[in-house]
């Protein structure tokens, strides 16, 4: 029963994690069967790679990233992360007795919860975590195994150690000590970083350099699995082989939002306030409008209006108030044509005030006229009295015309 899970880049994708990532996994060219397991539940990305033979391997393997899906945490936390890999152990270790699997069986485990620029690592055996950083990979776990060891003591050299026939031996994994632990690798990541989860059908069929140029090349992360397996496959694809690409987009991906945001936010109070202020002026403008006045004429008429004269482009900021009982021709020549351009006021009340005083001025000056007319009229009569029949003249005459009437007598 080969167990072969292959998601697609967007898989049971939590809100929060702010990841992409693609991932694969093949049973190569010469194995009967699959013995990884991987699960991608973001924060969560697993690699297990059992071994046992067949019928126990994979159930090792399925029985971790069992275990680690239900019991990893949320979030990434390095003690949760260590105590659900040493309950996935405990797990493989009583199924060799219960009739899911053999005796002997058992797997390795490359746990890795990425969120945001944190990463958090578990690592059990020689399935690996690199992380592309900068364009360069790194290697961030360490092989349990016996090349890594010997590598360490000078006794080989990486080179020498893809080809050693014990190279498959590994000195840690689940299954055979129930008192084993993990490593854990806490590590602060940046946005564009790139992890990379594989079990060593991909690290002993490629070099590192090989593993770094698709990392590069291939940009979309799901494609980039696929690629990498395509490689090893190519290589000889002697084991199974389960790739993981994380790309870690960050905490720059929610500050971008967060800037995006305050930019919107201050957009929005500066049209804000610039409304308010058009609104005030606007409203400044109608009370100060409101509150003036001036006297113009309308049909000969002194006519009252609220607002300015005037206008711009084409608008008025004025409204008849009323047409008076003053005639223009009845003021002085100057009102008379100060008016036609408009007499402004503070305000109505002075500008009825004005009205009153130009009333008063319109009636002197039509008594006066009725003064002159009669005036004229007289001097008219006396002229008939002297020419003609000498007849009655008003006493009013004397008083009025002396010079005349002296001159008469
Ligand atoms: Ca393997």
């Known amino acids: 029963m080969a167990k072969s899970r292959s998601y697609t880049s967007t898989p049971r994708t939590r809100k929060s994690a702010l990841t992409t990532f693609g991932s694969r996994t093949d049973i190569g060219c010469v194995r009967d069967h699959n013995e990884d397991s991987l699960i991608v539940a973001p924060p969560l990305f697993v690699v297990a790679d059992g071994m046992g033979g067949h019928a126990a391997g994979e159930v090792a393997s399925e029985i971790a990233v069992s275990v680690l899906e239900q019991q990893a945490p949320a979030h ?3 003690e949760q992360l260590e105590r659900a890999v ?47 950083h900068h364009g360069r990979l790194q290697q961030l776990t360490r092989d349990h195994s016996l090349m890594a060891d010997m590598i ?12 050693h026939p014990n190279r498959s031996v590994i000195t840690r994994a689940l299954g055979s000590d129930p008192l084993m632990r993990p490593d854990i690798f806490e590590i602060n990541v940046e946005a564009g970083d790139r992890l990379l989860i594989c079990s060593d059908g991909l690290s002993g069929m490629l070099r590192d350099p090989e593993i770094e140029t ?34 870690v987009v960050g905490h720059s991906h929610k500050k971008l939002k967060r800037v995006k945001l305050k930019a919107r936010l ?38 009252i209006y609220t607002g300015v004269p005037g206008s711009v482009m084409g608008i008025s900021f004025s409204e008849l108030d009323r047409v008076t009982d003053v005639s223009v021709d009845d003021l002085q020549p100057g009102t008379a044509y100060r008016l036609e351009a408009g007499i402004q006021v503070d305000n109505l009340q002075a500008a009825e005030s004005l009205v009153r005083e130009y009333e008063s001025e319109a009636a002197a000056r039509q008594a006066e006229q009725a003064d002159d007319e009669a005036a004229m009229d007289d001097a008219a009569n006396d002229g008939e009295t002297a020419d003609g029949e000498g007849a009655t003249a008003p006493d009013t005459t004397a008083a009025t015309a002396p010079t005349e009437t002296g001159a008469t007598a």
């Open 266 to 303: 201050t957009v929005f109070f500066i049209l804000l306030l610039f409304a308010a202020i058009i609104a005030g002026a606007a409203w400044g403008g109608y009370t100060y409008l409101n509150s003036r006045a001036y006297l113009s004429a309308v049909d000969g008429k002194v006519a």
């Open 76 to 78: 990434p936390d390095s």
């Open 214 to 247: 698709t990392l590069r090349r291939v940009h979309d992360p799901q494609r980039c699995a696929s690629q990498l397996v395509n490689e090893a496959i190519a290589a000889g694809g002697h084991d199974n082989v389960t790739v993981i690409v994380a790309d």
């Open 86 to 132: 040493e309950e996935a152990n405990r797990e493989v270790i009583l199924a060799q007795h219960d009739g899911r699997g053999r005796e002997g069986m058992g797997t390795t485990v490359t746990a890795a919860m990425l969120e945001g620029e944190r990463l958090v690592i578990a690592q059990v055996g020689d399935s690996r975590a690199y992380l592309l």
């Open 152 to 163: 360490e003591a000078g006794q080989l050299t990486p080179e020498e150690a893809r080809f």
